[in-house]
């Protein structure tokens, strides 16, 4: 899946911060359960964990991503993939999916504007229904998209009433976070991880709720 978005009155290095910053995704990630960051790599590479609420009757799905960045003059580049850390294996209530690879490449165009590219390539583990592929490709990531440019707009208002100068993306001596040892992870296959077959489930189940997601 890739698609991408021109985000108007929104400088690169805003949309860059709203990325990043896991305390302000709550306020605009609508699917998002849960995520905090596990460990550090490197200055420019972390290990992370993220809770997606799937639209019901499908389980919900969780991923541990290995994660960099890196700046490229006014453009910024975000890359992950699905990795298996020992503290923190697939649990009995969210189905374990796979980040094959996720990025996201911000590009500056002009004073004050960008354009956001997004590309994932992800197994979701399971057997699902053609609708949900559909909805996914034609509903959720433009709304997705959307809704970060919208997050993009408000993020300096929020930024200047919580911890304006703390940015560890940026300024890396801001990072408390525990090390993490890159022998201590291998990288998360697919198919070592439980297939469940949703193919059943039915569209019409989708509460109204699901549809305004």
């Known amino acids: 899946l890739q698609t991408r978005i021109s985000c108007k009155d929104v400088p690169a290095e805003t949309l860059y911060d709203v990325l990043h910053d896991t305390r302000y995704r709550e306020k605009w990630d609508s699917n998002m359960i849960e995520t905090y960051d596990i460990g550090r790599l490197t200055v420019n590479a972390d290990v992370g964990y993220y809770s997606w609420k799937c639209p019901s009757p499908l389980k919900n799905r969780d991923f541990v991503t290995l994660r960099s960045w890196l700046p490229l003059g006014n453009d910024y580049i975000i890359l992950n993939y699905s990795v298996k850390h020992p503290k923190y294996p697939p649990r009995k209530d969210f189905v374990r999916a796979v980040s094959l690879q996720t990025g996201y490449l911000i590009k500056a165009n002009g004073a004050g504007a960008c354009i956001l590219y997004y590309l994932t390539q ?35 208002e929020w930024k200047r009433k919580h911890d304006p100068e703390y940015k560890p993306w940026v300024y890396p001596e801001q990072n408390t976070l525990p090390s993490v040892s890159l022998a201590e992870l291998s990288v998360q296959h697919a198919d070592s991880l439980e297939n469940i077959d949703e193919t059943g489930l039915s569209e019409d189940h989708l509460s109204t709720s699901d549809h305004e997601a």
């Open 122 to 156: 992800v197994d979701p583990r399971g057997s699902l229904p053609k609708w949900v592929v559909n909805r996914v490709s034609q509903f959720v990531a433009p709304k997705a998209m959307k809704k970060i440019y919208k997050a993009g707009l408000k993020y300096p």
